[in-house]
């Protein structure tokens, strides 16, 4: 491993998006703060969930069978793998843990209600009629307490609710980091997260914070990975490389039922989530291309490219095509109706695991054409590490008591410090604890 | 208000105990940390919840209606209420909020699943078979973020997993701070929590922390409210002054079968809830006494002193004389079975709801006489603001990044500083930041 620098402090970030496959844990070596940060990349890896871990995932995130009891255990489950991920890219990057100065962990989000209302909440218990109806809420899961345990080290989790407490959505936050990072003095840069929902950060030419733009554009991988889940009855869970979309040919009539979304034309600072784009829109998709008792028949049968014939005259692949196109689409669409207008983009910037899709990253480019689409690798940061890079670096802006949030993208009504900080195992604790023990026999004759 | 003395913090404390009748909010001055802490309660009060939000915490405890809409939505909402019953204690108390200096939330307990195994845990996802089960895992609600928001004061939540993660039960934690105030150099002192759950905390003469047992004797008033609400059809949600149990006669067939109760033989560590002591556990009482069409029908009948007939030759009273008896002697049991045989107890020192409770209390007064059995207002705090009053004093310890629990209280391996600390809007708790980063950078950079 390279030295450590003066100043420089070793910070692993973690992260499980909506698609939740596992824990990217990124060590970064990260020096300054705020406008000054910069962070360099030391190891990057992904840790896949055990299948039954993904079961309980989906299970604690429904309402229809997340019951207390089972968020209760996912939440410490979860904090034992994230803890078990931190370790193991500390171990890769040949660090001892007594050496990361922090971690930031964003857990993984288990259900998200941005509620409809913005600004300063309005709440008083004394006009309490309906008490759940109006309030804005998130969960994210994976207990902090056990990282710290478990590593000795201090944790910052739980990044949104503060954000939410002042009027925002909780998300997004990446764009803190991308203006922090990517803002260019002549360059207008959209920065492009293609998780499993789609997000992009506008970056003007020598912007301010105020200046920033950014929102969740609609799908990134769920709409695909829900498919390609459906079409192969579970046995694959995502569209390698797009090739199954490669193979296919975009429906028309489809892609522009697809873009009549109403999430498209809201305005932005806007956020959405599986509850929008998950199994339920594959399924409605599926519809709208047959009907209920074909698409249930079709679901049955083992026959065909992707275990189900042709649907209402397209195959599987042409769907998936016509999704892939979709998703290309709503980026595009999100770019020329709000950020157009505003200003400059000289370059998209696009990171997230949808950047290894292939099909979707060529519609992509030719939505944006001339305007050239790269990738977060050329500015150093691997595609798949960047989210939970930006959580290393919010972690340490929030244990610096800087705010870590953009009201201009999440809708608060002004910075907040984001997050909960759980202290480690330092040194100085363990000095405070024997003075504890010492002091006992003292303390007790006093009295 | 008075004068606030050098090194002196203001903290409130908030709680909301097994019962969730409401918040309980104490404003103390603060001195000195660990051994040295000498707090001053200046004011105290507690916030009713409204009868809504009783039902939603209700709702959310249980498995069968606590789906994770409801508990991430339950989670602002008793945010939103803690803060509200912050900012109320402040005003009454004559304080500005700028002038706190930290709000200590313990939260609601939604659920507490403390586990069987003891010690560090074991867990590995490589053997992760049946992923839930073997995870102890409790669950507190009431979003710090929200109060530290809404106040501008720095918060810290959430005291209990980090204990679990190390091993422990996570409860109690009021036993630490009992040592803290209550140890005494000649005399053996029970301090007594008569909350939902009733608890102990044996502090043998000149103690150290290690020589302190504490753990949770069994119902407080959890089994007497139920009782209560079911024999009322929930128009009195508890035995205002032990009234009714007052006019009632212990049946000793009934307090045998009590006694019999497995909780009260286990050995500590050990803590309950409501999962044994709750509504449930008062219907078992009840079908116990009767057959289940008869308590059907007397619980459908409006006639009698408390809506229902006599019950299998007792009358509600009599069940309730009973239940009460029931309750001093769990307590009773508990000192005589684990507590006499490793040391003196002098005085019992008597806390928290169960004291307004004249039947229970004279109850408690026979059952250990003639060791008196005292209430902590005679040491200066009221029995209603003691749990609120720990957690102002447990949050100081955690912000100076001193262990809170007692592993001889919890079972846990080690002591381990507790809960999440939330940052504030206040330059103070930036330095508090700024200092717990620096000593993480300094231990690092010394490595």
């Known amino acids: 491993m390279r030295g450590k620098r003066r100043g420089e402090d070793l910070v692993i970030g973690l992260m499980s998006g909506t698609s939740y496959d596992g824990v990217a844990a990124a060590l970064a070596a990260i020096r ?3 406008l000054a940060t910069r962070a360099e990349l030391r190891a990057f890896a992904t840790f896949p969930f055990p299948p039954a871990v993904r079961r309980a995932i989906a299970e604690v995130s429904s309402p229809a069978t997340g019951t207390v009891d089972r968020v209760c255990r996912a939440n410490v489950l979860l904090g034992e793998l994230f803890a078990e991920a931190a370790i193991a890219i500390a171990r890769r990057a040949g660090v001892p843990l007594r050496r990361i100065a922090l971690i930031g962990s964003h857990g993984q989000t288990i259900h998200h209600l ?9 709440f008083s218990s004394k006009k309490l009629n309906v008490p759940f109806s109006r309030l804005a809420a998130t969960l994210q899961i994976g207990e902090p307490c056990v990282i710290a345990e478990r590593t000795g080290v201090t944790t910052v989790a739980d990044f949104r609710p503060r954000d ?3 009027g925002g959505q909780g998300a997004p936050l990446v764009p803190y980091v991308d203006y ?4 260019h003095r002549r360059r207008g840069r959209l920065v492009l997260n293609l998780g499993g929902i789609a997000n992009v950060t506008h970056l003007p030419p020598a912007c301010r914070a105020g ?3 950014a929102f969740d554009t609609g799908p990134g991988n769920m709409l695909l990975d829900a498919l390609v889940s459906l079409f192969t009855h579970g046995r694959r869970t995502y569209d390698r490389d797009g090739a199954m979309a490669a193979r296919g040919t975009v429906s028309d009539p489809l892609l522009r039922w697809l873009l009549r979304h109403p999430y498209l034309r809201r305005k932005p600072p806007k956020s959405t989530g599986r509850e929008a784009f998950g199994v339920p829109f594959a399924r409605e998709v599926l519809l709208r291309v ?4 074909r698409l249930k028949a079709g679901l049955q049968t083992k026959a065909g490219a992707f275990g189900v014939p042709p649907l209402g005259g397209l195959t599987p692949a042409d769907i998936l095509a016509t999704a892939t196109a979709f998703t290309a689409e709503s980026v595009a669409d999100a770019w020329r ?3 157009a207008p505003r200003g400059r983009v000289d370059e998209v910037v696009a990171s997230g695991g949808g950047c290894h899709n292939r099909t979707l990253m ?4 030719d939505a944006f054409a001339p305007i050239p689409v790269l990738t977060s690798d050329e500015f150093g940061t691997p595609v798949d590490a960047k989210e939970a890079l930006a959580f290393a670096i919010l972690a340490r802006e929030t244990l610096a008591g800087r705010p870590g949030n953009l009201p201009s993208a999440t809708g608060a009504a002004r910075p907040v410090v984001l997050g909960k900080i759980v202290p480690g195992r330092k040194p100085a604790a363990r000095r405070e604890q024997r003075r504890l023990g010492q002091q006992r026999t003292k303390g007790t004759q006093g009295t």
């Open 290 to 293: 047959t009907g209920e008792d």
């Open 337 to 339: 109706r709000f950020v």
């Open 32 to 34: 300054g703060t705020g």
């Open 362 to 365: 060529r519609r992509l480019a």
């Open 180 to 183: 922090l990072l990517l803002r």
């Open 114 to 122: 941005p509620g409809e209302k913005r600004g300063r909440s309005t």
């Open 164 to 166: 939410m407490a002042a």
């Open 211 to 213: 200046d920033v733009l």
